[in-house]
Nanobody, 128 residues
């Protein structure tokens, strides 16, 4: 059974940083996408960043390019999202996701339909 558990959320001022972690258990796919999504109140869930677990290629939404970095530690079965230069519009619940489909392409790495497994989310609040 795949389980994804996020941590690291919190409240910060604009310009600050946070690092989110996603501990994965029961997930043994090594040539797939893992990603981070977020959902603000009253808005649809959107993709933030994706990574190909087989080679480390990364993909980002335009809104976070240059500020967020997705990475993985295979030894710890953990996915990370380093968030710098945070803005109030980054405020949202952040979710970790994992795909069971082989491969990870730029066109689908940050799309909801690519992913089967989801964590419960961790809240990020950025104040101005």
């Amino acid at each position: 059974q795949v389980q994804l558990v996020e941590s690291g959320g919190g409240s910060v001022q604009a310009g600050g940083s946070l690092r989110l972690s996603c501990a994965a258990s029961g997930y043994t796919y090594s040539r797939n996408c893992m990603g981070w999504f977020r959902q603000a109140p009253g808005k649809e869930r959107e993709g933030v960043a994706g990574i190909y677990t087989g080679g480390g290629s990364t993909y980002y939404a335009d809104s976070v390019k240059g500020r967020f970095t997705i990475s993985q530690d295979n030894a710890k079965n953990t996915l990370y999202l380093q968030m710098n230069s945070l803005k109030p519009e980054d405020t949202a619940m952040y979710y970790c996701a994992a795909s069971e489909k082989i491969g990870c392409l730029p066109q689908t790495a940050t799309t909801i339909r690519r992913y089967r497994y989801w964590g419960q989310g961790t809240q990020v609040t950025v104040s101005s």
